[in-house]
């Protein structure tokens, strides 16, 4: 298995490693005339007004939250779901339980408009 | 195997480096990406563990959602960009002393510990790891109360930060 | 095993000889000639986009009653070269201000976040990359690289736009990965394993016959994850410009596209193995190379849906994808999903058409509640949306009697 996972780390260099020698062949290649001009950030012709940094608004905070806490839980369930033909009845409905509870925060977050996008 | 070994260093000192770059970047968004690194790093060390379940589950969870959730985080600061000055104040000298102590004291325990130097050679389970562990997640025999009890505090997080959220957005809105 | 019937390995069993004729040990031999295949495939994939957008351009093309590109090469075939050759030798110009190593780094993590996932895509009976078993998992976690990407390049670029677009992005993203998760949950349940290969090889019957509804959220999800139409948000361009891509010129702006174009041809491969059963067919066992064209001709007619759907929608606004995912596909995740488990368990001794009976049965209650809803919700809405215009009507009609009678 470890010798699967080695062609796994050799196929994710090459992945990476690609796009990355393609884009310095490609810098190498290409013509280089910067000017000032040219490196103006775009924002319809003027100069950036401001920092660009801005403050985001809390909801985006609040969607990546519910997005982790329902991703840990099917993350539990999948060696559950792997595990199937092993579990009783009863292990079953434990596990539904737990989408169960889990289901109640999406509800709760849904009445308290964490979905509302404005 | 040599191989596990040169991965496991080379692995082990991107992670450390990784690591003390997190908290001794003067930016935060940079203190985050370093923070990646260290949790990538990491999933290649749970496979070298040969728990791959565990190095996919920290890719996903780390790296997919709470480095997300902590980018997010910090653009919710006004300074996500800027120098937040020195990074150490005046009790960094014991602070590093207490932490050297510490470092020290487990490092005395684990070599201490017979695991340590006798590692089960080839420990007598289902080769299955993931069919063990989930059919120990629903056993009350194993984890099933950890497994409910880990809902319930889910389900305290989201109620938690949805409460916290909301108050935050009726105090200023802007995208 | 001769050449017609499994190309792929018997070439390869030719190369393990003649390397072990080097005199090297067989097993390393044949370590090492996977190694290099598995360093080579990445480039089979990127040479492939040329393909992907020469058919992507004359597919969007048709369906807007235009002939696409025909001008280089017999129907158009090497207008993809071109175009390549032609980004090769652009600038690459650097904005001010930016953040140097994420901004260079975000087309690289764009594309070699789509590109890992083909290692685990089980091509034919005997050819796939490997088969962990945490095939279906590993697909997700490599995608949050590409995710990363889109983060990297949209606060790098120093540009409002992009980094507003970057963030919707990214929240979109986020949320269609749990519909996306839970309905992958579902062919992971019923082959009781989450190695592509298994999956496949679980699939004499396709799951998309006992699992509708996982599939059709899939389907949909990946399209979101790929940010096309009608999720393309990103390019909203009379909203952010070109999206978190903006500050991007030459190749590193190319790269994105090569990641867009593969990922959708990647999440066809996908939902193929998960719900299509992969490279299964009439003599697919014996003959492989069979197997092969089973599984592209298959994945073509996914890609070609998801190539129409974009050709033929409009855009979602940022809270309808919002409240789409959240109120609609992840509660509708989560039934189905827990409604298979309980079939799959209490009719566990019934025959396969039995359960799969039963699945299919399920599904339609589900759909059918959901619909049910969906139109009483619609319609409540649809009698506020007329008392509002009837008021309107009113209100302007009053206001055009007093300019009269002024």
Not at chain 3, 183 to 200: F, H, Q
Not at chain 3, 295 to 314: D, E, N, Y
Not at chain 3, 366 to 376: A, N
Request: charged share 10%; net charge neutral; hydrophobic share 60%.
């Amino acid at each position: 298995m470890t010798i699967s996972w080695l062609y796994i780390g050799i196929f994710l260099v090459v992945s990476l490693g690609l796009p990355a020698v393609a884009i310095i062949l490609a810098g190498i290649l290409a013509p280089k005339k910067p000017s000032p001009e040219k490196s103006i950030i775009y924002e319809c012709g003027v100069d950036t007004h401001g920092e660009t940094w801005v403050q985001f608004k809390a909801q985006y905070y609040l969607i990546g939250l519910v997005f982790l806490i329902f991703d840990i839980e099917t993350v539990f369930l999948y060696p559950w779901a792997v595990a199937f033909d092993r579990l009783g009845l009863f292990a079953v409905l434990e596990g539904l339980l737990f989408i169960g509870i889990l289901t109640g925060g999406l509800v709760y977050a849904w009445k308290k408009g964490a979905f509302e996008w404005a | 195997m040599i191989l596990d070994q040169v991965i496991f260093l080379i692995t082990a000192v991107v992670v450390l480096t990784a690591a003390i770059l997190v908290v001794s970047v003067p930016k935060m968004i940079h203190a985050a990406l370093w923070l990646i690194l260290a949790l990538a790093g990491i999933a290649v060390l749970f496979v070298l563990l040969q728990a791959p379940f565990f190095a996919v589950v920290q890719v996903i969870v780390y790296i997919g959602a709470i480095a997300v959730l902590v980018i997010f985080a910090v653009m919710l600061t006004r300074k996500a960009m800027q120098d937040d000055g020195p990074q150490l104040n005046r009790y960094s000298v014991l602070a590093a002393a207490v932490s050297l102590m510490l470092f020290a004291v487990l490092t005395g325990m684990l070599l201490s510990w017979d695991g340590a130097n006798n590692l089960p050679v080839n420990p007598a389970v289902n080769p299955d790891t993931i069919v063990n562990l989930g059919e120990s997640l629903t056993n009350p025999q194993g984890f099933l109360l950890p497994f409910e009890v880990a809902s319930i505090l889910l389900l305290a997080a989201l109620v938690g930060a949805i409460y916290i959220g909301r108050e935050h957005r009726a105090g200023k809105e802007e995208e | 095993m001769n050449f017609l019937s499994d190309p792929v390995t018997f070439i390869g069993n030719w190369l393990t000889g003649l390397v072990a004729s080097l005199g090297m040990p067989k097993e390393t031999a044949a370590a090492w000639v996977t190694g290099v295949a598995v360093g080579i495939l990445p480039l089979l994939a990127m040479l492939w986009v040329l393909v992907l957008i020469w058919y992507e351009r004359k597919v969007i093309g048709r369906l807007q009653d235009r002939p696409g590109p025909n001008r280089v090469g017999p129907f158009g075939l090497i207008q993809p070269v071109a175009d390549m050759l032609k980004i090769f030798l652009k600038e690459h110009i650097l904005p001010a201000g930016v953040d140097r190593i994420p901004y260079n780094l975000a087309p690289i993590l764009a594309v070699g976040g789509v590109l890992g996932m083909w290692i685990v895509v089980p091509f034919s009976a005997t050819v796939h990359g490997v088969d962990i078993n945490v095939g279906a998992l590993y697909i997700i976690a490599v995608g949050a690289i590409g995710t990363l990407g889109i983060i990297f390049a949209g606060y790098s670029s120093n540009n409002k736009y992009a980094l507003l677009a970057a963030f919707r992005v990214v929240a979109q993203l986020i949320s269609y990965e749990i519909p996306m998760v839970l309905a992958l949950l579902v062919p992971v349940l019923l082959a009781r394993s989450m190695g592509m290969n298994t999956i496949v090889q679980a699939q004499p019957v396709w799951f998309i016959l006992a699992a509708p509804l996982a599939a059709l959220l899939f389907f949909i999800s990946s399209i979101a994850e790929v940010g096309r139409s009608p999720f393309d948000l990103a390019e909203a361009e009379s909203e952010i410009v070109a999206g978190f891509n903006t500050e991007y010129s030459g190749l590193k702006f190319g790269m994105f596209y090569v990641g867009e174009f593969l990922h959708a041809f990647t999440n066809s491969l996908i939902f193929t193995a998960l719900f299509l059963g992969g490279w299964q067919g009439p003599g697919a066992e014996q003959f492989p190379i069979l197997g092969f064209i089973y599984f592209f001709l298959k994945t073509v007619v996914v890609h070609f849906l998801g190539i129409a759907i974009r050709g033929s929608m409009p855009r979602f606004r940022i809270d309808q994808v919002m409240q789409l995912n959240w109120k609609l596909f992840t509660p509708i995740a989560l039934a189905a999903f827990s409604a298979a488990a309980l079939v799959e368990k209490l009719a566990a001794n019934l025959g396969d058409a039995a359960r799969i009976g039963i699945h299919i049965l399920v599904n339609a209650v589900i759909l059918g509640v959901v619909l049910l809803i969906g139109s009483r919700v619609f319609k409540a809405r649809g009698i506020r949306l007329d008392a509002l215009a009837e008021r309107n009507r009113a209100a302007v009609k009053l206001s055009m009697e007093k300019s009269h009678d002024s």
